[in-house]
């Protein structure tokens, strides 16, 4: 016989928020086994466990759920290990970053910011070549690196000298909402 456990139940047992449940049945993370057509309520088999478990210590190390998915959803072993493998990439990137975010951080404590050097020059004006798009932060390299490449591909079809390196402006780094 199959045990079923009410939205509430499965709640505690897997200390995961009704909320929550109800999100990861919306997005295809976690079907409840049976769901009440005249009331709508949802029904967890006991064997749900498990998984609802992954689930969540897939989330509490910052796996987007579409990644999630994915691993839940492996064919086999070797594309549930890419599919991790993946998010400890990015992680580790993201760990990278942070280092060197502390690190300016610790410098500019021992630095005396009086001693920034402040000059007023004057540049001859110059031709340039541009691409303008709201970018997530998330998604700033990768779109950097396809931005350079049209750049210099639009300078060579153009027969244009390349004199300087590449740069960016960034009219606003952080919004809310932004990671």
């Keep these: 016989m ?4 009410t939205i ?4 505690r047992v897997t200390h995961l928020s009704v909320k929550a449940l109800r ?11 049976d769901v009440d057509t005249s009331s709508g309520y949802r029904l967890y088999a006991a ?18 759920l579409d990644e999630v998915r994915a691993v839940l959803g ?4 070797a594309a549930r ?11 580790e990137h993201r760990l ?11 410098a500019l404590l021992q630095e005396s910011l009086s001693h920034s050097a402040v000059e007023y020059r004057t ?17 700033c390299d990768r779109w950097l690196g396809a931005a350079y490449a049209e750049l210099y591909e639009a300078a060579a079809n153009a027969r244009l000298e390349v004199g300087e390196p590449a740069g960016a402006l960034y009219a606003r780094v952080f919004r809310s909402g932004d990671r």
């Design 47 to 64: 064997a749900q466990v498990p998984t609802a478990q992954f689930i969540r210590r897939f989330r509490d190390l910052d796996m987007p």
């Design 96 to 106: 990278e970053q942070t280092r060197e975010t502390v690190a300016s951080l610790r």
């Design 74 to 77: 492996a064919p086999d072993t």
């Design 2 to 5: 199959k045990v079923l456990l």
């Design 23 to 33: 999100h990861y049945h919306d997005v295809g993370c976690l079907e409840p086994a």
């Design 81 to 91: 290990n890419a599919a991790i493998a993946a998010h400890l990439e990015r992680m």
């Design 123 to 139: 540049l001859a004006s110059t031709r340039a070549l541009a691409i303008r798009q709201a970018v997530s932060f998330a998604d």
């Design 8 to 11: 509430g139940e499965f709640s």
